[in-house]
């Protein structure tokens, strides 16, 4: 699970950098928020993560980490490909799936807390 997330985010990484760049050179700032999210939950958050089940690999043999797994990484592409694709052909039925995304990525990150309150212990 550990070796999953970190590989995993620093996909998101690639892909947040390659979006920075291109924002930048074409001084396309509206992106700044997908850029940003993709950088903080998708690279920041997913290693942060991927080191704290290296400290307590218990954590990571739970039910409720594989569904953070599955949420987090659900939710985060439909939220911020939606975003994109909104920013992009300005058609606000996109948001639709900003929402949805956001709230799957939501449930996931709480499953994530309760399941480091469980697990974690001094
Ligand atoms: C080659 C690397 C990077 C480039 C070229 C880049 C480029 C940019 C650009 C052009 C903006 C928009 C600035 C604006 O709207 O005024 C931005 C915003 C932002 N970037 Fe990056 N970025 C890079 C790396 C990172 C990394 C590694 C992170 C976090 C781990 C990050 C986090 C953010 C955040 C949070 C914002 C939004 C700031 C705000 O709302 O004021 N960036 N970046
Ligand atoms: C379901 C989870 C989340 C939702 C729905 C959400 C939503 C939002 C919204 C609506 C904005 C304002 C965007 C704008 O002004 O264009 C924003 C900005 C921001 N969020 Fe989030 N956020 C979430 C999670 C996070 C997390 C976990 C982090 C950091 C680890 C984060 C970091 C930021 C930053 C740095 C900004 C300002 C940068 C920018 O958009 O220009 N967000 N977020």
Not at 34 to 55: F, P
């Amino acid at each position: 699970m550990a070796a999953r997330l970190l590989k995993i985010a620093a996909f998101y990484f690639v892909i947040a950098i390659i979006l920075g760049i291109v924002m930048g050179i074409t001084k396309a700032f509206s992106y700044s928020s997908v850029h940003a999210h993709l950088n903080l939950v998708g690279w920041v958050s997913l290693a942060i993560i991927g080191l704290i089940y290296i400290a307590f690999p218990a954590a990571a043999q739970t039910k409720l980490a594989t569904w953070h797994f599955w949420l987090h990484n659900i939710g985060l592409p439909v939220m911020q490909g939606s975003l994109f694709l909104m920013l992009l052909t300005q058609v606000e039925g996109f948001v639709v799936g900003t929402i949805i995304g956001s709230l799957i990525l939501g449930v996931g990150i709480l499953l994530f807390a309760i399941n480091l309150w469980q697990q974690v212990k001094p």
